[in-house]
Nanobody
Framework: QVQLVESGGGLVQAGGSLRLSCAAS????????MGWFRQAPGKEREFVAR????????YYVDSVKGRFTISRDSAKNTLYLQMDSLKPEDTAVYYC??????????WGQGTQVTVSS
């Protein structure tokens, strides 16, 4: 069983920054893929970024490239999403996930990010 707990969301003005954290526990994460999705009101959940835990290979949706940076701290079992140059359209609930590669995906409870114009 994997537990994921997000934190770091909040209200920020356009152009500002936030760093989301996802504390993971329950097992080792070597070889797993972890990342972030987001869901805005009235919209489907959207992929944002992912990282291969062991190799730190990253991938981003085009709309956040150059503004968001995903990273992980293996010693702390924590995933991060540094969000810079935030835009109102980044407003959403952000969810951390962990995909084990065995058809099982775990999700966090979500953290709200609100960007005011």
């Amino acid at each position: 069983q994997v537990q994921l707990v997000e934190s770091g969301g909040g209200l920020v003005q356009a152009g500002g920054s936030l760093r989301l954290s996802c504390a993971a526990s329950g097992r080792t994460f070597r070889g797993y893929v972890m990342g972030w999705f987001r869901q805005a009101p009235g919209k489907e959940r959207e992929f944002v970024a992912r990282i291969i835990w062991s190799g730190a290979i990253t991938y981003y949706v085009d709309s956040v490239k150059g503004r968001f940076t995903i990273s992980r701290d293996s010693a702390k079992n924590t995933l991060y999403l540094q969000m810079d140059s935030l835009k109102p359209e980044d407003t959403a609930v952000y969810y951390c996930y962990c995909a084990t590669g065995a058809g099982v995906t775990y999700w966090g409870q979500g953290t709200q990010v609100t960007v005011s114009s």
